[in-house]
T-cell receptor, first 112, second 115 residues
């Protein structure tokens, strides 16, 4: 699976959009980009995933560049409850290999 | 929908004792997983199941057994607990479709301490 690079931390003001970047310059054609987050002392939470088109759901939007070498997770109106570690993961569907491996992620702190 | 639930939330065991962790999901997911998370180690997959009556080993299966007798339940057993098994245990579930197998929904975790 392609390696991902994320900034270690970022701050965001409550009510503003939070834009979380992820670099995956070695991504291959069949690899998807997944985003998860983990709020302190809770289980990881799936946010969104995509292959090449931009995706939106009730939690966030995922913007993938045309060359697919990077992506941005957008939390449109950050709240204090969005403070968490956010993980960008690149995975290709493979039988008998379903594990998720989180890297260091980006620690996002939403400030009032 | 409750999503993924785990029982118990906390447990303290003495070395050599046994216990079973219960995971239940109400999303009709085919696939279920058990992970452990240790500080500085990230998530590690213990065992997983791709359907009722089937289980498979993950990265760190030693010392654990699992069973999936019903589609909605996935049990993790520790036969003889060791201090190295002190960890937070997460259960997760997902659909079986290709890319959606990595769209995993996690429970709140069980914090286990083995003394």
């Amino acid at each position: 699976d392609a390696k991902t690079t994320q900034p270690p931390s970022m701050d965001c003001a409550e009510g503003r959009a939070a834009n979380l970047p992820c670099n995956h310059s070695t991504i291959s054609g069949n690899e998807y980009v997944y985003w998860y987050r983990q709020i302190h002392s809770q289980g990881p939470q799936y946010i969104i995933h995509g292959l090449k088109n931009n995706e939106t759901n009730e939690m966030a939007s995922l913007i993938i560049t045309e060359d697919r070498k990077s992506s941005t997770l957008i939390l449109p109106h950050a709240t204090l409850r969005d403070t968490a570690v956010y993980y960008c993961i690149v995975r290709a569907p493979r039988s008998n290999d379903y594990k998720l491996s989180f890297g260091a992620g980006t620690t996002v702190t939403v400030r009032a | 929908n409750a999503g993924v639930t785990q029982t118990p939330k906390f447990r303290v065991l003495k070395t050599g004792q046994s216990m079973t962790l219960l995971c239940a999901q109400d999303m009709n997911h085919e696939y279920m997983y058990w992970y452990r998370q240790d500080p500085g180690m990230g998530l590690r997959l213990i065992h997983y199941s791709v359907g009722e009556g089937t289980t498979a080993k993950g990265e760190v299966p030693d010392g654990y057994n699992v069973s999936r007798l019903k589609k909605q339940n996935f049990l993790l057993g520790l036969e003889s607990a060791a201090p190295s098994q002190t960890s937070v245990y997460f259960c997760a579930s997902s659909y079986s479709l290709r890319d959606r197998a990595y769209e995993q929904y996690f429970g709140p975790g069980t914090r286990l301490t083995v003394t």
